[in-house]
């Protein structure tokens, strides 16, 4: 299955703020920062301006996207990716647009003391059933017919047992 990836960069106000200056300074072929946009933004969710922030995605493959990033509660997080040139991203044209503004974008401003949370598009049924349940899957997967699943000799109406 297949999900929104997210990216959240966990460290003190402070931190935050100063990394988020250094993105807005920063100078790149690939995303730019977008000051009138940041400061509405900023206002319209009520926050300061040095703790919101929009950056626009350059290049072919970019949909001229803008990346939504906030601080709150001791994180920085992005809150949004929205096209410009078409009227939504798949899944996966969210995922790699994320992905490279965290790899090619943000990383190279981190430091050591930051955590980091990025996930990609796969979830795994382990993440979403309960404990029992998905154990008893595995259970049935290991015992199920490979060649046809859906059907067991100890399924169905010609099990008396």
Wanted: proline content about 5%; hydrophobic content about 40%; aromatic content about 10%.
């Amino acid at each position: 299955m297949k999900k929104f990836g997210s990216l959240i960069i966990e460290g003190s106000h402070h931190e935050l703020v100063s990394l988020l200056a250094a993105l807005k300074d920063r100078r790149s072929k690939e995303f730019v920062y977008i000051s009138d946009l940041s400061e509405r933004y900023a206002r319209n969710i009520f926050l300061k301006p040095d703790e919101a922030a929009c950056f626009r995605a350059l290049g072919p493959n970019s949909f001229d996207a803008t990346i939504w990033v906030v601080i709150q509660s001791c994180r920085l997080r992005v809150a949004n990716i929205v096209p410009e040139t078409v009227t939504s991203l798949s899944i996966s044209q969210y995922n790699v647009l994320l992905s490279s503004f965290f790899h090619h974008f943000v990383a190279p401003e981190l430091k050591s003391e930051n955590v980091v949370y990025i996930d990609g598009e796969n979830v795994d049924l382990a993440d979403v059933l309960p404990d029992d349940c998905y154990k008893k899957l595995l259970s049935w997967a290991k015992t199920c017919n490979q060649d046809s699943p859906i059907s067991h000799p100890l399924d169905g109406p010609h099990n008396t047992g």
